[in-house]
């Protein structure tokens, strides 16, 4: 079953967002008119630059390139990090159609075509990873026009994953500049930069970055380049990231039960106009990495619902349908918008009582705890945690400060930057903490 996205042209009006803890940043190079740094200083041989406040209000226009192959949690990560910031992030499909095929089943419907920006001049151009996503990337001459003339021009670009050796490896645009890549690249960067393997590695105007697991910290990255630290700061600590990039996470479990299923596992991940995009991408991604079946569902009256940060997903189904399978577990997306109409869908909350009663899990993370499970009951003699703003509505704030709560057959968690440790610790309870770690390594998210 595929996941269809498709992300119109719309900047929302309130931002929220974290800090990536590891950042390496080379030297400086001259911004553009938006961007002039008020000052800088030089620490152990790296130079960090300050910049203006003046910045932060000001619009910055970004292209994020999307192809078939794409990896979806990159390019979702990318955007919606950057939309909070405030951005006018247009995504452009480099394929003859705005959908393409992402990796995982996933499906993005971009705003237009690349070829239709050919003349249009960006702040920034981030490219996604994934493969065969970078090669086609890669192979469109316009792409690779816009981002030539973005290099000459001293304006940012950016790639993750396999896009920096894949694509702008061979474009002659990392030649004198430190990069990094995903580690199975590495070798492939190496005859067209210095290869680093840095998490996220800033040298000069261009940023790179080395996979799913550090894409969150590069999109704050970039934040940070085009609007300066304020303003990462203030769209990075909404978001809940960890400061311990690259090492082994944890979950917090209580009252330890095993979690069971025949053959595979079948999960449900509703979504409703105003879920949180990355956390709803997140979660389905990993999860059918781990081979889960994954059903998504949508509780509004079409398939096509309106994330938070105005990416339209498209359901594999209706909750009608889907409500006449059971499920080995049951899971919810954040989003404020798409908490409060989880908890107004009659169908979803007798589905996940029943999934209580039946002593099936069900888990759910950011607003939907406090928003979805508390109001119905679902918490009742249950530890859990939810996003650090909405915690005062749980009954019990026994275990808030856990980033990831697994209580018997409840799983909770914070907020986009836990998203990762709470779809890994449901593959951990599932098919075990090896199996989740292997899936953590395979994506960056710990050190491989």
């Known amino acids: 079953m595929a996941l269809l996205l ?15 803890s590891r950042i390496t940043t080379l030297r400086s ?6 961007t002039i740094p008020s000052s800088s200083s030089l620490h152990n041989n790296r130079l960090f630059v300050s910049v203006s406040p003046t910045m932060a209000s000001t619009t910055q226009k970004v292209l994020v390139p999307i192809a078939n192959g794409t990896e979806p949690m990159e390019a979702v990560i990318t955007i919606d990090v950057l939309r909070r910031a405030g951005a006018d992030v247009t995504v452009g499909s480099v394929e003859n159609q705005p959908r393409v095929d992402a990796a995982h089943a996933v499906n993005i419907v971009a705003d237009a075509l690349v070829s239709d920006y050919s003349n249009t001049v960006f702040d920034l151009i981030a490219l996604p990873g994934g493969m065969p996503g970078a090669t086609n990337l890669r192979d469109c001459a316009v792409l690779e026009s816009l981002v030539k003339k973005q290099a000459a021009d001293g304006r940012l670009y950016a790639a993750v994953c396999a896009s920096p050796a894949v694509a702008l490896g061979p474009w002659g645009v990392l030649k004198g500049l430190k990069a990094t890549c995903y580690p199975s690249f590495m070798e492939q960067l190496a005859p067209t930069a210095t290869a680093v393997e840095s998490r996220v590695q800033v040298d000069g105007r261009v940023v790179t970055s080395r996979g799913p697991g550090t894409t969150m910290e590069f999109a704050v990255a970039l934040v940070e380049q085009l609007y300066g630290k304020e303003k990462a700061k203030e769209v990075s600590m909404p978001l809940v990231m960890r400061s311990n990039h690259g090492d ?16 595979c596992p079948k999960i449900l991940v509703p979504i409703a106009n105003g879920t949180e995009e990355m956390e709803a991408v997140m979660i389905i991604d990993i999860l059918r990495r781990a081979k889960a079946n994954v059903v998504v569902a949508s ?25 006449n399978l059971s499920y080995d577990l049951i899971v919810l997306p954040g989003g404020l ?28 993370i950011c607003a939907s705890p ?3 499970l508390e109001p119905h009951g679902l918490l009742k003699g249950k530890k859990a945690t939810a996003f650090p703003a909405l915690c005062n509505k749980l009954s019990d704030q026994s275990e808030v400060e856990n980033r990831v709560v697994v209580d018997g057959n409840l799983i909770t968690s914070r907020g986009p930057g836990t998203t990762m ?17 292997e899936l953590a390594r395979a994506m960056l998210f710990i050190r491989p």
Do not use: C, H
């Not at 498709?6 to 990536?20: C, F, N, S, T, W």
């Not at 190079?29 to 938006?34: D, F, T, V």
């Open 337 to 364: 918008g798409g908490a409060q109409a989880f908890a107004n869908s009659e169908k979803l909350m007798n589905l996940l009582k029943q999934q209580r009663e039946s002593n099936r899990p069900y888990g759910a």
């Open 299 to 323: 509780v509004e009256d079409k398939l096509e619902i309106l994330a938070s940060r105005n990416v339209k997903l498209v359901a594999d189904v209706l909750l009608d349908e889907a409500a």
């Open 421 to 437: 440790e709470f779809a890994l610790g449901i593959v951990e309870k599932l098919f075990g903490r090896e199996k989740a770690l």
């Open 248 to 263: 082994e996470y944890a979950i917090t479990e209580l009252n330890p039960v095993e979690w069971t299923f025949d053959d």
């Open 29 to 34: 190079a001259p911004r553009n008119s938006n």
């Open 370 to 372: 406090a928003l979805v």
């Open 6 to 20: 498709q992300i119109p042209l719309i900047v929302p009006p309130r931002q929220l967002g974290i800090i990536p």
